[in-house]
């Protein structure tokens, strides 16, 4: 399953016009001029889906239409073309909702956006009993796109190593991986190949280091 199709209208570069993105499958690509909505559509994405990750603030308001226009973010998935290469969310809904054939709407998600203490805010409208099962991973470069991304990174792998906590244990404590990291880190800096290039050559891996490192 994968993001087919995404409409704009009444946000940044869809203001004056909607904003129509058809997505031909699971890997696509946006190449566009400044100024041609790229942006639009990133964020109309973020907008569009409930629950994401990580929460960024809303943008200003002023990036809405005309109030009396139209100002919306509709969203299309669709199952794999082929039915043996389809994914476990799109199986999931498969199961839930009765079979549906290969390359047909898996589901859609609607949002309305509005003005609200000069930000914009999305309403879900009418859309699949399935929107919730969604999760959206944005990771917008404003500045340096490689120092963006890495910060992003870690808080990513941070957050899936305490879902994955939640799940096996109940709990969101990454305390115990801490811990073993540390002795990992504290055998590791005694390692000959470490040794060899240690004080004498200008590294040292120090507590705080081991510390940075575990967390």
């Given at each position: ?25 699971r ?22 889906h409930?629950?994401?990750?990580p929460?960024?603030?809303p ?61 914009v ?95």
């Amino acid at each position: 399953m994968h993001l087919s199709k995404l409409t704009v209208r009444g946000f940044r570069a869809s203001a004056e016009a909607k904003i129509e993105v058809d997505l031909p499958g699971r890997f696509s690509v946006l190449v566009g001029a400044n100024a041609a909505g790229k942006t639009t559509v990133g964020d109309a994405l973020y907008l569009g889906h409930a629950k994401t990750f990580p929460r960024l603030s809303p943008p200003s308001a002023a990036m809405l239409g005309a109030r009396t226009g139209t100002r919306a973010v509709d969203i299309e998935y669709r199952y794999a073309s082929v039915d043996d290469e389809e994914g476990p969310l799109g199986v999931q809904i498969q199961e839930q909702s009765g079979l549906a054939p290969a390359g047909a709407i898996a589901a859609t998600l609607s949002r309305t956006l509005y003005r609200d203490l000069g930000v914009v805010r999305a309403r879900k409208g009418d859309e699949s009993e399935h929107a919730d099962a969604f999760r959206l991973i944005y990771l917008p470069a404003h500045r340096n796109p490689l120092d963006e991304l890495a910060r992003r990174e870690v808080r990513i792998l941070v957050e899936l190593l305490r879902a994955q906590q939640q799940a096996d244990a109940g709990n969101r404590s990454l305390q115990a991986l801490r811990t073993r990291a540390g002795t990992l880190l504290d055998t590791l800096s005694t390692d000959p190949l470490i040794a060899a290039v240690g004080p004498d050559r200008g590294f040292l891996l120090t507590s705080d280091h081991r510390n940075s490192l575990g967390r």
